[in-house]
């Protein structure tokens, strides 16, 4: 990286252009994994309610929690999984809106130092055919 080219107010190291691209890079895999888990979550708590809605109120059912099985009814149990639910969705939503920002910083990133990422495996296979 020519040091010249660099003609901002914010001028960072080489050591600092990677550590940030990596750390970003990393947090948006972290936030596209929590997604994951909640959308998850998610579908199994609608999964359940699903079954539930077709029966008696006071019916008797099992609810998990942590370790722990609960006797409730279904009446008691459908308002939670619907509360669940929602909380769930808000929260894949909060997390989007971070995905969205932290991808577009990275990719500010990626075009203002012209970061280009390079496969390793072919870096090692070309190092091996330019050797006599």
């Known amino acids: 990286m020519n040091p010249n080219t660099a003609a901002s107010s914010e001028t960072l190291s080489e050591k600092e252009i990677v550590s940030r691209y990596q750390t970003l890079k990393q947090q948006i895999q972290q ?3 929590k997604i994951e888990e909640f959308e998850n979550d ?3 708590q609608e999964l359940v309610l ?3 809605l077709p029966l008696n109120d006071d019916r008797k059912c099992w609810r998990q929690v942590g370790n722990v099985l609960l006797e409730q009814t ?3 149990v ?4 619907e509360s669940t639910s929602r909380e769930l969705q808000q929260a894949i939503q909060n997390l989007n809106e971070e995905l969205r920002t932290k991808e577009t910083e990275f990719l500010e990133l990626k075009e203002k ?3 280009r990422e390079v496969d390793s495996s ?3 296979s070309s190092s091996q055919a330019q050797k006599p």
Do not use: F, R, T, W
């Open 31 to 33: 936030i596209m994994i």
């Open 42 to 44: 998610k579908n199994e």
């Open 50 to 52: 699903k079954q539930l």
């Open 74 to 76: 279904v009446g008691q």
């Open 78 to 81: 459908k308002p939670v999984l």
């Open 113 to 115: 130092y012209k970061i």
């Open 122 to 124: 072919s870096l090692a």
